[in-house]
């Protein structure tokens, strides 16, 4: 039942007819994008009409994962009237959901393009809290579910989660016999990694202090790695470079994606792209290096676009036969 929008109230819950790949948002948010000639302070600005999308990392890896032909269940929270609209920009998107009703407002982000400098000013919002009875919800959710392979949890946590959230996950994932895949940072990141995960996709700054390094230099990646599988429970790590490329370690290789150079517009939700590619190719039952390039190839064509529009099918599909014929 795509596009249709589900409700839950702590218990009560309506489920769709489930996909392989669900997708948790703890944190998600109406991102507003919108431009200005330049910023001014103390000025009256005239911004043009502005541009709303659902937003978040779980939010954003379903909708990419939608536009690639593939299908994502986005578990999420939404309330008040922010949420409201929010459930409605993502129904629009035809993107399966179950929603967790909150007590508190969805939050807005705004990102504001200076066209005179082709920057942007990216302004984020506190996390709206979540009460213990829903995000308790969520968790009896996903134990409810049926046939899913693949959890994924992407973006920023609530400040009042308990660090545990993961660990609690790692035991829902272990019985279903799904594979977990995290993209998250901090203590939570931590615990994660020794309960069980399947994958993580740190950056550089989240990858060292998970070997209690301040930080690591790109040529560390590897080692530091390979020390983190060694050392945890966790499978794959995949860390993006930027123009470096790419790596995906597992504790016997490494594989390496150099994306084609392209004209860069913007980089938000560059790395929920990538996330996206990775997880359909997982499920499709690609190999790892099919399922880095064509991750890196999704990440690109991100890269492509204004706003948050994520990846277009037609842009990957190109860069993924360029990164193939590398």
């Given at each position: 039942?795509?596009?249709?929008?589900?409700?839950?109230?702590?218990?009560?819950?309506?489920?769709?007819?489930?996909?392989?790949?669900?997708?948790?948002?703890?944190?998600?948010?109406?991102?507003?994008?919108?431009?200005?000639?330049?910023?001014?302070?103390?000025?009256?600005?005239?911004?043009?009409?502005?541009?709303?999308?659902?937003?978040?990392?779980?939010?954003?890896?379903?909708?990419?994962?939608?536009?690639?032909?593939?299908?994502?269940?986005?578990?999420?929270?939404?309330?008040?009237?922010?949420?409201?609209?929010?459930?409605?920009?993502?129904?629009?998107?035809?993107?399966?959901?179950?929603?967790?009703?909150?007590?508190?407002?969805?939050?807005?982000?705004?990102?504001?393009l200076e066209t005179a400098s082709n920057q942007q000013f990216r302004f984020g919002m506190p996390s709206t809290k979540l009460y213990k009875?829903?995000?308790?919800?969520?968790?009896?959710?996903?134990?409810?579910?049926?046939?899913?392979?693949?959890?994924?949890?992407?973006?920023?946590?609530?400040?009042?989660?308990?660090?545990?959230?993961?660990?609690?996950?790692?035991?829902?994932?272990?019985?279903?016999?799904?594979?977990?895949?995290?993209?998250?940072?901090?203590?939570?990141?931590?615990?994660?990694?020794?309960?069980?995960?399947?994958?993580?996709?740190?950056?550089?700054?989240?990858?060292?202090?998970?070997?209690?390094?301040?930080?690591?230099?790109?040529?560390?990646?590897?080692?530091?790695?390979?020390?983190?599988?060694?050392?945890?429970?966790?499978?794959?790590?995949?860390?993006?470079?930027?123009?470096?490329?790419?790596?995906?370690?597992?504790?016997?290789?490494t594989i390496r994606v150099m994306p084609p150079k392209v004209k860069i517009n913007s980089t938000v939700g560059a790395g929920d792209s990538?996330?996206?590619?990775?997880?359909?190719?997982?499920?499709?039952?690609?190999?790892?290096?099919?399922?880095?390039?064509?991750?890196?190839?999704?990440?690109?064509?991100?890269?492509?676009?204004?706003?948050?529009?994520?990846?277009?099918?037609?842009?990957?599909?190109?860069?993924?036969?360029?990164?193939?014929?590398?």
């Open positions: 039942m795509r596009g249709e929008i589900l409700t839950t109230r702590h218990t009560e819950v309506t489920k769709p007819e489930m996909a392989a790949i669900v997708t948790i948002t703890f944190s998600p948010a109406i991102d507003k994008s919108t431009t200005v000639v330049k910023l001014i302070p103390e000025k009256k600005l005239t911004c043009s009409n502005p541009v709303y999308e659902p937003g978040g990392g779980g939010i954003n890896v379903a909708r990419a994962i939608h536009k690639l032909g593939g299908n994502a269940t986005a578990i999420y929270f939404a309330g008040g009237y922010t949420g409201k609209t929010f459930s409605k920009l993502l129904a629009n998107e035809l993107v399966e959901s179950i929603i967790i009703e909150t007590k508190e407002n969805t939050r807005e982000n705004l990102m504001v009875q829903e995000w308790l919800t969520c968790l009896s959710i996903i134990k409810g579910l049926k046939n899913v392979k693949y959890i994924v949890s992407s973006g920023g946590l609530s400040p009042n989660l308990p660090d545990d959230i993961f660990v609690r996950l790692s035991k829902i994932a272990r019985k279903k016999n799904a594979r977990l895949i995290i993209d998250t940072s901090g203590e939570a990141l931590k615990k994660a990694i020794k309960a069980g995960v399947y994958l993580i996709k740190p950056n550089l700054k989240e990858l060292s202090s998970l070997v209690g390094k301040e930080e690591i230099k790109v040529t560390e990646v590897e080692e530091v790695a390979k020390e983190v599988i060694n050392n945890s429970k966790c499978e794959v790590v995949v860390v993006s470079l930027g123009a470096s490329g790419a790596l995906l370690i597992t504790k016997n290789e990538m996330l996206a590619g990775i997880v359909l190719s997982l499920a499709n039952h690609k190999n790892l290096t099919e399922v880095m390039q064509y991750g890196v190839a999704c990440g690109t064509a991100a890269t492509m676009n204004l706003g948050t529009q994520l990846c277009k099918k037609k842009d990957v599909l190109s860069l993924f036969k360029m990164i193939q014929l590398k």
